[in-house]
């Protein structure tokens, strides 16, 4: 592997994704899982992992000292103020979540125009980017699974309901899926409301996250965008100063 190559990681709630060159991989988190068992790529050449991170200072130390026994120095991307046109709308640029910057990076730079990017994961993060490039801001709310479960958890029998009941728009004819599609027609008609609130509804909408596929087929034009922040890594890397 030549050092030109770089690790791209994204260390989310739920799941940890790499990418080397056009290869990704993924693995969900859970108590029982080492990182040490990961099938990591070896740099022999001191290769460079970039390294999106919403976990905890111990598990990112953890991850730093397991690349750099495969070869890789970690970089940690921040939030800045302003990165390849894309000006942060925060007044703290360090409150925003490193994960919603770089989604939002690769958006940009792709679609070069305004546009709604809707995190689907365990919150439901909304963010507006005007054509300016100017984040307008976000909102941040329970993801659909946490709304529902939140409801569902103090009955095992709903639990088990819910396991079998599929999310759609219809309305429920048990509380169950009562309780699953008015957590999906919530979350579409915020998205939606947002869109028309902000002027937005002729602009870009990107979808990604665990849900995302589920949104997306009731979202007519939306965009489904996987592993958007190793795509985001990607362009973040873009004339970054990284042998510093």
């Known amino acids: 592997m030549s050092a030109s190559t770089k690790l791209l990681i994204d260390a989310g709630n739920q799941r940890l994704k790499w990418r080397v060159g056009d290869v990704t991989q993924a693995v969900d988190w859970n108590a029982e899982a080492e990182l040490a068992d990961l099938n990591w790529p070896v740099s ?56 919603r910057w770089l989604a939002m990076l690769a958006c940009w730079n792709k679609l070069q125009k305004g546009f709604v990017y809707v995190g689907a994961g365990t919150a439901l993060t909304i963010d507006v980017v005007y054509a300016t490039g100017k984040h307008g801001g976000g909102y941040i709310t329970s993801g659909l699974g946490l ?40 979350a579409i008609e915020m998205i939606r409301g947002v869109q028309r609130a902000k002027g937005m509804n002729g602009a870009g ?17 939306a965009i489904f965008w996987s592993n958007i922040v190793l795509d985001g890594l990607s362009a973040w890397s873009e004339g970054a100063e990284l042998n510093a």
């Open 147 to 186: 709304g529902r479960e939140a409801l569902l958890s103090r009955s095992e029998k709903l639990l088990n309901q819910y396991a079998t009941s599929t999310p759609c728009l219809s309305l429920g004819i048990d509380t169950a899926s009562a309780i699953n599609n008015g957590a999906l027609v919530a």
């Open 44 to 99: 022999e050449d001191a290769g460079l992992a970039l390294v999106s991170s919403v976990r905890s200072a111990e598990e990112n130390k953890t991850l730093d000292g397991l690349l750099q026994q495969s070869g890789y120095r970690a970089v940690y991307p921040r939030v800045e103020s302003e990165k390849n046109g894309l000006i942060c709308g925060y007044r703290d640029s360090s409150q925003l979540g490193v994960d």
């Open 205 to 221: 909408l990107v979808v990604s996250g665990g849900d995302a596929a589920l949104l997306t087929q009731h979202l007519g034009g």
